[in-house]
T-cell receptor, first 115, second 110 residues
Framework: SAVISQKPSRDICQRGTSLTIQCQVDSQVTMMFWYRQQPGQSLTLIATANQGSEATYESGFVIDKFPISRPNLTFSTLTVSNMSPEDSSIYLC????????????FGPGTRLTVL | GDSVTQMEGPVTLSEEAFLTINCTYTATGYPSLFWYVQYPGEGLQLLLKATKADDKGSNKGFEATYRKETTSFHLEKGSVQVSDSAVYFCALRDDYKLSFGAGTTVTVRA
């Protein structure tokens, strides 16, 4: 298994600003993922982050809005850029060690409120 | 594409009642199936999983069986407790991506 921590746990931001969320895993993992959970809704995958390559974004998400870094096998960041109230969500980091039957483990989430 | 359809909530039960949350899926391949639970104010936790047809996942008194013929993975618990109050998400994994259902909010009253 993997234990995942995220910082900050929550934040309140002004529109037009940017916030960087950090995700730390307690072991080396091959794949890391970023999800968004809008209020009362399910999880939507934003992008997949692999070490040493560009992140792969899902339909509806772009790098300019959600730049991602993956500098090593235990750490990743997600930046929410030029925020608007519609970006108010919980952002979750997830990690997988890869393999066909592997499990994804989730961090506690970052609750973002944009005013 | 792959998708998960989950029983809508909210569901309210009394303690010791039987809980079933229906989940069906659509997938082109042979996905692994999962139930995740999100307790109030917390992140997602893996509850149980099944990786092939007829596998039964179980944990904390919860069970779910991977039924390929009905493309289902229904979650059951015979006797719920107040501490089982949470949001439950059914999910499938095909290749490396997880697709989640909408989530079912369960409230158990003493």
């Amino acid at each position: 298994s993997a234990v995942i921590s995220q910082k900050p746990s929550r934040d309140i931001c002004q529109r037009g600003t940017s916030l960087t969320i950090q995700c730390q895993v307690d072991s080396q993992v091959t794949m890391m993922f970023w999800y968004r959970q809008q209020p009362g809704q399910s999880l939507t995958l934003i992008a997949t982050a692999n070490q040493g390559s560009e992140a792969t974004y899902e339909s509806g998400f772009v790098i300019d809005k959600f730049p991602i870094s993956r500098p090593n096998l235990t750490f990743s960041t997600l930046t929410v850029s030029n925020m608007s109230p519609e970006d108010s969500s919980i952002y979750l980091c997830s990690a997988s060690t890869g393999g066909g039957i592997d499990t994804q483990y989730f961090g506690p989430g970052t609750r973002l409120t944009v005013l | 594409g792959d998708s998960v359809t989950q029983m809508e909530g909210p569901v309210t039960l009394s303690e010791e009642a039987f809980l079933t949350i229906n989940c069906t899926y659509t997938a082109t391949g042979y996905p692994s199936l999962f139930w995740y639970v999100q307790y109030p104010g917390e992140g997602l936790q893996l509850l149980l999983k099944a990786t092939k047809a007829d596998d039964k996942g179980s944990n904390k008194g919860f069970e779910a069986t991977y039924r390929k013929e009905t493309t289902s993975f229904h979650l059951e618990k015979g006797s719920v407790q107040v501490s089982d109050s949470a949001v439950y998400f059914c999910a499938l994994r095909d290749d490396y991506k997880l697709s989640f259902g909408a989530g079912t909010t369960v409230t158990v009253r003493a």
